[in-house]
T-cell receptor, first 114, second 111 residues
Framework: KAGVTQTPRYLIKTRGQQVTLSCSPISGHRSVSWYQQTPGQGLQFLFE???????NKGNFPGRFSGRQFSNSRSEMNVSTLELGDSALYLCASSIGTGTHNEQFFGPGTRLTVL | DAKTTQPNSMESNEEEPVHLPCNHS???????IHWYRQLPSQGPEYVIH???SNVNNRMASLAIAEDRKSSTLILHRATLRDAAVYYC????????????FGQGTELSVKP
């Protein structure tokens, strides 16, 4: 089975631009979660989607948004980029939303904002 | 969200057991204890999880205190590949998709 894939792997943007990151979950997985990882704040939960619905949202400004498609693929969008948005963005998928479900993480998208 | 406390770093020798502690004194009755680890330049990977009873799998064992206010991840024979940051996470029931990571414990393994 193929793992979680994220595209692109690396991205460079300038302040004020917007960016869209993509995540393809493991086949059969219906839950997708997004995380931001920075040296200063560590790993922070962004949001979780299940069956095209946002189930949970972390403490991030409205510039961060996401969606999930009927095939469970997910995208996250960041508008009006700031320097502080430079980070590794990780996506994780699991079969469902239950606590017993292991989350499988992708390799991440490294976003640099200049 | 309930918090966990872990040592910032630990050292181990290769092929020796490693006990990674985690304190979670504010755990609620429906919180599961999950452990993930992140190897250098990779996304986190699942290690083990439990509720009340001790758990074993091919990677590790999880020992949970009777009052559930602490737990210990046990790697039975550390290898160089086990060098990683280990995260102890409390996961409320039915919130499996929302992992709140702390700072974790950076484990280094000496040959």
């Amino acid at each position: 089975k193929a793992g979680v894939t994220q595209t692109p792997r690396y991205l460079i943007k300038t302040r004020g631009q917007q960016v869209t990151l993509s995540c393809s979950p493991i086949s059969g997985h219906r839950s997708v979660s997004w995380y931001q990882q920075t040296p200063g704040q560590g790993l922070q939960f962004l949001f979780e989607y299940f069956s095209e619905t946002q189930r949970n949202k972390g403490n991030f400004p409205g510039r961060f948004s996401g969606r999930q498609f009927s095939n469970s693929r997910s995208e996250m969008n960041v508008s009006t980029l700031e320097l502080g948005d430079s980070a590794l963005y990780l996506c994780a998928s699991s079969i469902g939303t239950g606590t017993h479900n292991e989350q499988f993480f992708g390799p991440g998208t490294r976003l640099t904002v200049l | 969200d309930a918090k966990t406390t872990q040592p910032n770093s630990m050292e181990s020798n290769e092929e020796e057991p490693v006990h990674l502690p985690c304190n979670h004194s504010t755990i609620s009755g429906t919180d599961y204890i999950h452990w993930y680890r992140q190897l250098p330049s990779q996304g986190p990977e699942y290690v083990i999880h439990g509720l009340t009873s001790n758990v074993n799998n091919r990677m590790a064992s999880l020992a949970i205190a009777e009052d559930r206010k602490s737990s210990t991840l046990i790697l039975h024979r550390a290898t160089l590949r086990d060098a990683a940051v280990y995260y102890c996470i409390l996961c409320p029931y039915n919130q499996g998709g929302k992992l709140i990571f702390g700072q974790g414990t950076e484990l280094s393994v000496k040959p």
